[in-house]
């Protein structure tokens, strides 16, 4: 009886196959869609910042918002001069990544080319609590102790709030940022060229600096060039922080506004849609992302070229 | 014979400079990675010194309050709460989803190539981004108002990228011969990764997730942007109310001026702290449970 089955059994399934294939391709394209999302996402983002910023450049010139040197929108005199704010942004983050990439390389350098293994395994994900934090606390950090008992103390920093407060707290949200993918970059670098350059007599510091920086480079710029994409588009430390005013200046130790705090500030305040006001967030907004996008696509070609070197 | 001792000389000096720059960098490497120890210490240490003596049972069951000394984060933590775990109902299954279809289904073509990069774009844009793509497009075009549901559906674009990409690397933990021989037996590629790749990739996935969602709590900019209230003395009962979340209720403590409202905010930072402590805890407790029970 069995045997007798087994081959109608057996003849059935490939057409009892295809129907459950049929039956998955719903679950399939569903699958798709979730994928899919992604897209939406950015062509929402792209669409929407776009629309609102047209809709601003129609009230304000292009030029007047990339040259003229006030930012006051929300003034009764109103100037739409992007300068302050970008300014503040640039100079807060390459403040911060002037403190966060040399000592950032050097715990990669270290985790990656001096620690034991215990030790890394310890020291890389306490390192890596630091990214976790969330940064409304860097913010507190800053003005309540940056600010007050260093800047002011050592500094003569005058007001609470300053760019230098802000870079420096935004500094340690970056450093894991920068030595976590450098270690990675460098220890992707082979043995073999670290052996060659014992070899030749160097002793430890001239290997790590002299054979494996330059060999994991496009990584480690890589990294840099990540943590800028990350201080650039970082909002809390620099609300808190930088305080609230526009002000074209380079001096670290002024308050000033970088271009996400703007948009804090006006989410703050019940400002109506389709006011001159509620378009500028979206024209701020756009501005900080097309700086993230270059900083991030950029990023990206150098960590496919640095793959393409080892693998 | 003058010139080669000066030569041996020359060399000696040259390796004593080079052997004191490689002692000397050697301590200098150290004392950068410990930086970065210092400051998590002197961080915990300062949040510490100015909210422990606020912190208190009464703290976390009261609702704000324009007196300092009796202020609390009960409609905040409430709200956080909510958003956070509506944020997870949204973006994993979607998350899951889309690792599945690139790890397991997706054809390498350009399509497929075109959402790897954006997604890889999308983890890179500042949260505050999303929060004007939430403010336009849940708020106002959809009129959801400035609901926990619009916050929620904000945050699920925000965690998305890294739900995805967790899950794609606990997917592809999962090797390959398990795969082959569920399809040796004639199962469906569907039912191959229902029933035996989706159990095996669990506990990585389930880790990824809890860091996406850990992430999720502390995100401020994008709430504000979507315009959850900064004073909230009530809790918020379902998707469609007015809410506030535990670091915006912290960012407005900061704010004022006065040192009672900055300590509020201290003992606040302690409780999301302790939060996002107990978070990861369940995560490595997952990561090693997993580990354990893994049978290849």
Avoid at chain 1, 99 to 110: D, F, H, S, T
Avoid at chain 1, 171 to 182: A, E, F, I, K, R
Avoid at chain 2, 10 to 36: D, I, K, Y
Wanted: hydrophobic fraction near 55%; glycine fraction near 8%.
């Amino acid at each position: 009886m069995a045997t007798a089955e087994a081959p109608a059994a057996v003849r059935r399934s490939p057409r009892r196959r295809r129907l459950l294939r049929l039956q998955e391709a719903p679950i399939l394209a569903l699958l798709f869609l979730c994928a899919a999302l992604s897209i939406f996402t950015t062509v929402g983002i792209v669409v929407v910042l776009v629309e609102e910023a047209v809709g601003f450049f129609r009230e304000v010139s292009i030029v007047e918002f990339l040259t003229e040197t006030r930012w006051t929108p929300l003034f009764v005199e109103k100037h739409f001069g992007v300068l302050p704010l970008l300014s503040a942004t640039f100079l807060i983050s390459a403040l911060a990544l002037a403190v966060a990439v040399p000592v950032g390389l050097g715990a990669a350098i270290y985790l990656s080319e001096y620690a034991s293994p215990r030790v890394r395994a310890v020291l890389k994900p306490a390192l890596e609590v630091l990214a976790g934090i969330p940064t409304v606390v860097y913010g507190y950090f800053a003005i309540t102790f940056i600010a007050p008992e260093v800047l002011q103390r050592l500094l003569g920093q005058q007001t609470l709030f300053s760019a230098l407060s802000a870079a420096l707290a935004m500094s340690v949200l970056l450093l894991p940022l920068v030595s976590s993918l450098s270690e990675d970059a460098m220890r992707a670098v082979p043995g073999s060229l670290r052996e060659a350059g014992y070899a030749l007599g160097s002793n430890r510091f001239e290997v790590a600096v002299r054979v494996v920086l330059p060999a994991a480079l496009s990584g480690i710029v890589a990294a840099v060039v990540l943590a800028m994409a990350r201080a650039v588009g970082e909002t809390m430390i620099v609300t808190i922080a930088a305080g609230n005013v526009p002000n074209l200046s380079w001096n670290p130790l002024e308050a000033m506004q970088a271009l996400p705090a703007y948009i804090v500030q006006v989410s703050l305040g019940d400002t109506p849609a389709g006011s001159l006001e509620y378009k500028t967030i979206f024209a701020v907004g756009l501005a900080l992302f097309a700086c993230t996008l270059g900083l991030n696509v950029a990023a990206q070609w150098l960590l496919s070229r640095f793959r393409e070197v080892y693998e | 014979m003058t010139t080669a001792t000066a030569r041996g000389q020359e060399w000696r000096r040259r390796l004593l400079l080079r052997n004191v720059a490689g002692v000397a960098a050697g301590v200098l490497l150290r004392l950068a990675a410990a930086a970065g120890i210092a400051a998590l210490v002197l961080l915990l240490v300062v949040v510490a010194r100015d909210g422990l003596d606020r912190l208190s049972w009464d703290f976390i069951t009261s609702y704000p309050s324009r007196i300092a000394s009796r202020a609390g984060i009960r409609s905040a933590l409430l709200g956080s709460l909510w958003v956070v775990g509506l944020t997870g109902v949204l973006a994993v299954p979607v998350g899951i989803g889309a690792a599945i279809y690139l790890e397991e289904f997706a054809p390498r073509n350009w399509l497929t190539r075109l959402i790897e990069t954006n997604i890889n774009n999308l983890a890179g844009v500042p949260s505050i981004v999303y929060g004007l793509l939430g403010l336009a497009l849940f708020v106002r075009a959809m009129d959801l108002g400035r609901t926990v549901l619009a916050g929620a559906l904000t945050l699920s674009l925000v965690v998305l990228p890294i739900v995805i990409v967790s899950a794609r690397e606990g997917l592809r933990a999962v090797p390959y011969s398990i795969r082959e021989a569920s399809l040796a037996l004639g199962a469906t590629p569907w039912q191959t990764v229902w029933h035996q790749v989706l159990p095996a990739a669990l506990g990585p996935m389930m880790t990824g997730v809890i860091l996406a969602l850990s992430r999720a709590i502390g995100e401020t900019a994008p709430l504000i942007t979507v315009g959850a209230l900064l004073f909230v003395p009530f809790d918020p009962r379902g998707p469609l109310d007015s809410f506030t979340v535990l670091p915006i209720q912290i960012f407005n403590w900061i704010s004022r001026p006065q040192p009672a409202f900055h300590q509020a905010a201290a003992a606040g930072i302690i409780v999301l702290l302790a939060v996002l402590l107990g978070m990861n805890a369940v995560a490595i407790a997952i990561r090693y449970w997993s580990e354990r029970r893994r049978q290849w």
